[in-house]
């Protein structure tokens, strides 16, 4: 396995396991994939899903670094992606988020974690940008591709261009900001539902992009050298464009929900299966609040 994909896929992760659970009733009016939940029934199930997906991605060799999470005022604390991300160049950004009570996710010892032990020096701290009425929600916002120094992100209220620019800025990146939209023509309000990149492959529901994005997206994908693995709007819903390729001890792996896993075609198994290994994780409790899989993983590129 080359040096190349470690770019792409890290092998060590952030993870926070939620001590309480429910489906963020701040977030239910623009986030398609949420459902209701009884908070005590759901409470242990999300906190069993979390530990069981601590404990496979340990076995595969993937180092995950476990932060808990006992309060009550933060119900998608389960999903860290979105408010920070750390880059190989050294910098830590920290992210505007859209609802107030995501807003108080962030958490100074993990931040202090991150610069102690893979001495990230730089802090881009842009939370004060929700004065303003900005938001940019770190890797639900954007889709890096790290080969190719790209970051891909959905227009949307909760990925501001500006900000975007900034964090592009700052990595040496170029944005590829474009439109995707549900059945219903609503906006797809976090990036990572839609499309996962890895390495040697993309995972996008084209269908879902509007027609005038879409030869520009695929030219560069073509022109990373990237095979496409199209996903329907259906699989979408299975969330199956929220994976995220990790570097296990033996190569590279797609970490994705049983959900997804089962929604995927087996010829779409066969393609994946060329490059990485297929690691479902049922994580169906945590479904039910808007997120999936990669949104409880924050990757460590350093």
Same mark, same amino acid.
């Given at each position: 396995m080359s040096s190349e994909i470690n770019v792409q896929a890290p092998n060590k992760i952030v993870m926070v396991r939620p001590h309480q659970f429910v489906s963020n009733p701040q977030t239910m009016a623009d986030n398609a994939f949420?459902?209701?939940?009884?908070?005590? @029934? *759901?409470?242990? !199930?999300?906190? $069993?899903?979390?530990?069981? !997906?601590?404990?496979? %991605?340990?076995?595969?060799g993937i180092t995950v670094h476990v932060f808990e999470d006992k309060g009550t005022t933060t119900p998608d604390s389960v999903f860290p992606n979105n408010w920070f991300s750390c880059h190989d160049n050294g910098i830590v950004f920290t992210y505007p988020m859209y609802a107030k009570n995501?807003? %108080?996710?962030?958490?100074?010892?993990? #931040? $202090?974690?991150?610069?102690?032990?893979? @001495?990230?020096?730089?802090?881009? $701290?842009l939370r004060h940008y929700v004065e303003q009425d900005k938001f940019l929600e770190g890797t639900g916002s954007i889709v890096f $591709?790290?080969?190719q120094k790209l970051a891909y992100a959905v227009q949307s209220k909760r990925t501001d261009p500006e900000l975007l620019n900034i964090v592009c800025k700052l990595l040496g990146y170029e944005a590829v900001v474009f439109n995707a939209y549900d059945a219903k023509n609503i906006a797809v309000y976090h990036t990572n539902v839609l499309m996962c990149m890895a390495a040697n492959y993309v995972m996008i529901s084209m269908e879902m992009v509007a027609k005038?994005? @879409?030869?520009?997206?695929?030219?560069?994908?073509? +022109? !990373? /050298?990237?095979?496409?693995?199209? %996903? *329907?709007?259906?699989? #979408?819903?299975?969330?199956? /464009?929220?994976?995220?390729?990790? +570097? *296990?001890?033996? /190569?590279?792996? %797609?970490?994705? *929900? @049983?959900?997804?896993?089962? !929604?995927l075609t087996d010829k779409q198994k066969v393609s994946i299966s060329e490059y990485s290994k297929l690691l479902p994780i049922d994580v169906s409790t945590i479904e039910a609040a808007g997120g999936s899989l990669r949104c409880m993983i924050a990757g460590i590129h350093n």
């Open positions: 949420q459902k209701p939940l009884d908070a005590k @029934q *759901s409470a242990k !199930a999300a906190y $069993d899903e979390v530990t069981q !997906a601590i404990t496979t %991605l340990q076995n595969n995501r807003q %108080l996710e962030y958490r100074q010892d993990i #931040i $202090d974690f991150l610069q102690q032990n893979y @001495q990230f020096e730089q802090l881009v $701290d $591709d790290h080969k005038e994005d @879409q030869s520009r997206l695929y030219n560069l994908f073509k +022109q !990373a /050298g990237l095979t496409v693995i199209e %996903l *329907s709007e259906q699989q #979408i819903h299975q969330f199956c /464009g929220n994976a995220i390729e990790l +570097q *296990s001890d033996s /190569g590279s792996v %797609l970490a994705l *929900s @049983q959900t997804a896993f089962n !929604a």
